[in-house]
């Protein structure tokens, strides 16, 4: 079965300082890995996935993950944190199943933006 | 495009009675998933429908059940409501085909007095 670790419940950064949100996931198989963001009162929103390929990627607001296989994990990166940045983020994984993928999400990490 | 939209948005109801959620997905999207997300248990995976049929299912009790039409719009279904059921419930969308991202309503506040 697979599931998700977010160590940080809360990570508090001052602006325009760099930040990481960690994530480690767990499964026997290959896997798709995704961070969404939740702003109150507001359902998910996708801020990058990563399916097959390069291991880098970037997604919106300036955000970046790195899939690393041999340590199981798909750390979010941002070099420059902003305001508007406040929100908890949402590491997930699925297995691949054609279409019938279903999210295993972490418990989350509230980002604080300190001005 | 619209997205995906969940009515109602905020319910109270009390213990032992029934809810009814719906959520509307993307136009064309034929796949609608339910989440729940509570403080203490984050967010999990209710079940998935496809095509008017239920492909996957977490582990949740019978009493949550759910349904897709025919236009693909989905309800799910609390019986006997219990205090621990107090929740955001999430719908998301997607395609349904090979992998797709799935897009998130905004949630239905609800709240088991």
């Known amino acids: 079965a697979q599931s998700v670790t977010q160590l940080d419940s809360q990570v508090p950064v001052f602006e325009e300082a760099p930040v990481e949100l960690r994530c480690n996931y767990s499964s026997s198989v290959s896997v798709y890995l995704f961070w969404y963001v939740q702003y109150p009162n507001q359902g998910l929103q996708l801020l990058l996935k990563?399916?097959?390929?390069?291991?880098l990627v970037k997604g919106i607001n300036g955000f970046e993950a790195e899939f690393n296989k041999s340590q199981t994990s798909f750390h979010l990166r941002k070099p420059s944190v902003h305001i508007s940045d406040t929100a908890e983020y949402f590491c997930?994984?699925?297995?691949?199943?054609?279409?019938?993928?279903?999210?295993?999400f972490g418990t989350g990490t509230r980002l604080t933006i300190i001005p | 495009k619209a997205g995906v939209t969940q009515t109602p948005r905020y319910l109270i109801k009390t213990r032992g009675q029934q809810v009814t959620l719906s959520c509307s997905p993307i136009s064309g999207h034929r796949s609608v998933s339910w989440y729940q997300q509570t403080p203490g248990q984050g967010l999990q995976f209710l079940f998935e429908?496809?095509?008017?049929?239920?492909?996957n299912k977490g582990n949740f009790p019978g009493r949550f059940s759910g349904r897709q039409f025919s236009n693909s719009r989905s309800e799910m279904n609390v019986s006997t409501l219990e205090l621990g059921d107090s929740a955001l419930y999430l719908c998301?969308?997607?395609?349904?085909?090979?992998?797709?991202?799935?897009?998130f309503g905004p949630g239905t506040r609800l709240t088991v007095l």
């Open positions: 997930a994984v699925s297995e691949p199943n054609f279409g019938n993928e279903k999210l295993t």
């Open positions: 990563y399916l097959s390929g390069s291991t």
């Open positions: 998301a969308s997607s395609p349904g085909q090979v992998y797709n991202e799935q897009f």
């Open positions: 429908y496809f095509s008017e049929t239920q492909r």
